[in-house]
């Protein structure tokens, strides 16, 4: 069975950073793409970042050059290292893997940029 944990998030001002960390259980982790997505309330949730086995990357427009995934094997986690925090950053943040039967997401983490 397949289980995520997140790690980071929380309260930074405008500019500051926040590095957010995904431990993931499992045989099948080091063979599959994982990825960060955000949601605010009453909207849908939104790629940030995805991170294939091979370490191909994919990065939503609105955080290319600002936010760096990367993945380390050995350790089947990933990190989302996210500088130049914006106030329009601020979201739930969720790590998630995709599995052979499915996605499966993690509990989710709060990051926040204040203005």
């Known amino acids: 069975q397949v289980q995520l944990v997140e790690f980071g998030g929380g309260l930074v001002q405008a500019g500051g950073s926040l590095r957010l960390s995904c431990a993931a259980s499992?045989?099948?982790?080091?063979?599959?793409?994982m990825g960060w997505y955000r949601q605010a309330p009453g909207k849908q949730r939104e790629l940030v970042a995805a991170?294939?086995?091979?370490?191909?990357?994919n990065y939503a427009d609105s955080v290319k050059g600002r936010f760096t995934i990367s993945r380390d094997n050995a350790k089947n986690t990933v990190y989302l290292q996210m500088n130049s925090l914006k106030p329009e950053d601020t979201d739930v943040y969720y790590c998630a893997i995709d599995l052979p039967w499915g996605r499966l997401w993690g509990q989710g983490t709060q990051v926040t940029a204040s203005s």
């Open positions: 991170i294939t086995s091979g370490g191909s990357t």
């Open positions: 499992g045989s099948v982790v080091s063979i599959s793409t």
